[in-house]
């Protein structure tokens, strides 16, 4: 049933995907519909939801990705093009973290090479990404390590800047493990305004555990002093364009991660770090940690209740707290509530390209994310429009069959990058990630309700900008 019970700060709600809202209600009508309820209430259920107008009295037809929105994707993404271009200038990578993806412990995965992208390759991806016409166009430049590649990148700067048309807007990013970032270099980035995000993952005690170089030493000190000087040469830079990526590995040590951004608030006033955690990786990762697989999750706790805690004072809350909290509150906030007559959703997937990744070899990618069993087309040839279709189509019929009476049907983001097994669609990748998944949104509408019940115009600043919930081509 598409009903989802919860309470929050002692009071009883239920969530209805049928038209996204949630509803307050009593001790009463909630027993209907609690964990704990007895099973043959079905019947009741349905009526007392239809009651209280979270569910329509006849049944409404369910839709993922149907042939309309599929045909609307495509059209637009062979008008329009990527919205960014991530292109890999290059495998190898100076570091070995124990957690890498390219590691050679998640399945589908390449592992760490050595190969780069040709000159001509990524020249004719280039001029392939500039024959679509756009108002805006982002290129993020990937690895390995891609500052390894510095010449080739300063090369297609260079290019893009003369392909792109008059008037249209511009913007570089690029993801480092800060180890190469020399005076040159970070002149190279401030000049072209490059959008930088530097992997740290928190003081040496944390950071250094994981973040290796290929020799096996420390890495901490080198990335910090960098991350210093950039902020000393570019004190404007480093505040609008200079972030963090920390990747969250177990045990998560979060305490020493705040301590270490309240210590050097000076770096990490104003920053919205990118937060990842592993509590998703496969089994054998967590063997190569040295934790135990199941048990040593990451705990975002702490870092959830510092955001509610900052906007229930009437504070900006820190970096750290809105990394781990305001992405899903503005979910909530944005979300389209709706009672529509036919349920028609993209279930969180995008039109693949829309976000596009090329590999050394030139082949497109859904994301850098997707594993290279799943092409989806080539710099010199373009799109495959009938593979990306077909991926669209066999993403359809499984969430369908998987998710169709799941509470968390409008809520829930689902990549097919994260169960594909080679190319591939996996059912039971797909409802491996489900408990964890659910939970999560669980508690994400108890921390919502409990800040709205606090102070009712808590989230006034989230709710500004466009709903993109199902937005398939966004």
Known sequence: MWIKPFQAAGKFYLYSAWNNAIHR?????????????????????????????????HPV???????????????????????????TVGEACNFRCRYCVFSGVY?????HGSGSMPVGTALRALRWYFGFSRRRYGIQFYGGEPLLQLRLIERLVEEARKLAPPGARLRFGLTTNGWLLDDAAIAFLAENAFDLAISLDGPASVHDRYRRTLSGRPTFRRVWNRVR???????????????????????????????????????????????????????????????????????????????HAALARGEVPDGLGRAASEVAMRMLVRRSMTSPPVLRISAGQC????????????ALHMCERANVNL?????????????IEGLLRSFSQLIRTHCRDCWAIRLCRRCMADFAE????????????????????????????????RDDHCFDDLAAGRDDEDDPAD
């Open 25 to 57: 209600t009593s001790a009463g009508p909630y027993r209907h519909f609690a964990d704990h309820a007895d099973p043959g209430e079905t019947g009741m259920q349905s009526r007392v939801a239809a009651a209280l107008g979270l569910l329509p009295d």
């Open 229 to 307: 000087r950039i902020r000393e040469i570019y004190p404007d830079y480093f505040d609008k364009q200079v972030t963090f990526l920390m990747t969250l590995a177990p045990p998560g040590r979060i305490p020493e991660i705040i301590e270490f951004c309240r210590q050097h608030s000076d770096v990490f006033a104003g920053k919205l770090p990118g937060l990842v955690t592993l509590n998703e990786a496969p089994p054998a990762l967590y063997e190569a940690l040295g934790v135990a697989c199941g048990r040593e999750r990451v705990d975002l706790t702490s870092l959830r209740e510092q955001y």
């Open 351 to 362: 039109v693949p390209g829309a976000r596009c990744h090329v590999t050394p070899d030139g």
């Open 61 to 87: 037809p369910f839709e993922v990705f149907p042939d309309a929105m599929i045909r609307t994707g495509l059209a637009r993404l062979q008008r329009e093009g990527p919205v960014r271009l991530v292109m």
């Open 107 to 111: 399945p589908y995965a390449r592992r």
């Open 422 to 453: 080679g190319a591939l669609l996996a059912p039971d990748r797909l409802a491996a990630m489900c408990p964890g998944r659910k939970l999560a949104l669980e508690r994400d509408l108890i921390d919502y309700c409990r800040a709205r019940s």
């Open 375 to 387: 092409p989806i087309g080539h710099v010199d040839s373009g799109f495959d429009e009938r593979g």
